[in-house]
């Protein structure tokens, strides 16, 4: 399978846990984005990179959210001290450097919050 | 700032009759316009998109969208719906340039086709 890839696909944990989600995109595309998704509404962004470069990260919900993108290739979005609100689908894409690309995206993570 | 609007939360449509998904959007310069479906528990996926050029576009699986300037909008047809179509539907728009590269979406239209 050639598409964008996620793990997991669902993660429960308890309030106050830390979480680390992984994507990994389709392997020519240098553009990758994370997006949250809750019941009832459109795909949220959060963040973007270019290659390894975040250009974009003021979208995300509180210092508790941070992404990493070390090497241009797979990333990471991780979630400290998880809260009840943190519940959502989180959703992963990647696409060529061109703004008119469409963005391919991953099946995402659900993360429930106990 | 840029946004969308999706003023149908939920479409029926009978099997074999044509289908429209509406769509307003607001942006700053010329518009990238998107649509993505949505099935349960999965991810988007990419039906067509409208750049520049001829106001009927054309994507995947029968479907196409007519971009309006004038007013604003990039509504989803088909001609003919199959139950199969049935599925959560999203526009999406994006600023040709500057900061705002991110797709903004809307917050979805449940198409059901029913046999």
């Known amino acids: 399978d050639t598409g964008v890839s996620q793990d997991p696909r669902h993660k429960i944990t308890k309030r106050g846990q830390n979480v680390t989600f992984r994507c990994d995109p389709i392997s020519e595309h240098n553009r990758l984005y994370w997006y949250r998704q809750t019941l009832g509404q459109g795909p949220e962004f959060l963040t973007y990179f270019q290659n390894e470069a975040q250009l974009e990260k003021s979208r995300l919900l509180s210092d508790r959210f941070s992404a990493e993108r070390p090497k241009g290739s797979f990333s990471t979005l991780e979630i400290q001290r998880t809260e009840q609100g943190d519940s959502a689908m989180y959703l992963c894409?990647?696409?060529?450097?061109?703004?008119?690309?469409?963005?391919?995206f991953g099946d995402g993570t659900r993360l429930s919050i106990l | 700032a840029q946004s969308v609007a999706q003023p149908e939360d939920q479409v029926n449509v009978a099997e074999g009759n044509p289908l429209t998904v509406k769509c307003t959007y607001s942006?700053?310069?010329?518009?990238?316009l998107f649509w993505y479906v949505q099935y349960p528990n999965r991810g988007l996926q990419f039906l067509l998109k409208y750049i520049t050029g001829d106001n009927l576009v054309k994507g995947s699986y029968g479907f196409e969208a007519e971009f309006n300037k004038s007013q604003t909008s990039f509504h989803l047809k088909k001609p003919s719906a199959l139950v199969s179509d049935s599925a959560l539907y999203f526009c999406?728009?994006?600023?040709?340039?500057?900061?705002?590269?991110?797709?903004?979406f809307g917050s979805g239209t449940q198409l059901t086709v029913l046999p």
């Open positions: 942006v700053s310069g010329n518009p990238y």
């Open positions: 999406a728009v994006r600023a040709p340039s500057g900061s705002a590269r991110q797709l903004t």
């Open positions: 894409a990647s696409s060529l450097g061109q703004s008119d690309q469409p963005q391919h």
